[in-house]
């Protein structure tokens, strides 16, 4: 697994967020961000997925840190598989962004879309 610094690969996280607000949107999108408020990552397709740390034993091999999330992409969506770990105040930052850019699609749920963002804030402790 090729690790990826987050400053100057946003663009593969950005395709995760496009590919999510895109495809299926009415099923997952608001899934995702629920899930994410429970600290459950969720995937976009076979290729992009996205993991919380807590969701792994510390003793795994696969086990990234406390308080991080790992975005994974493998092939065919890229050439080499990678993966792209943030802490929760990238994260949420990233969360954040792609879920109000995209509030528009929500129609009657944006409401609820901001409260899971405050939710997720509170629960991540990110300011």
């Given at each position: 697994m090729n690790y990826l610094n987050f400053k100057g690969n946003e663009g593969y996280i950005t395709d995760f967020y496009e590919i999510l607000f895109t495809i299926n949107f009415e099923r997952l999108a608001l899934k995702h961000l629920i899930n994410y408020c429970d600290l459950k990552g969720c995937y976009v397709n076979d290729e992009m997925v996205c993991?919380?740390?807590?969701?792994?034993?510390?003793?795994?091999e696969d086990y990234f840190g406390e308080n991080k999330v790992a975005y994974y992409f493998f092939e065919p969506a890229v050439k080499e598989d990678c993966a792209i770990i943030l802490d929760y105040v990238d994260f949420y930052r990233v969360v954040k962004e792609n879920f109000e850019k995209n509030l528009s699609l929500f129609n009657d749920?944006?409401?609820?879309?901001?409260e899971l963002l405050e939710k997720l804030k509170k629960i991540l402790n990110v300011n």
């Open positions: 993991v919380f740390s807590s969701e792994l034993q510390t003793d795994d749920k944006k409401n609820d879309v901001l």
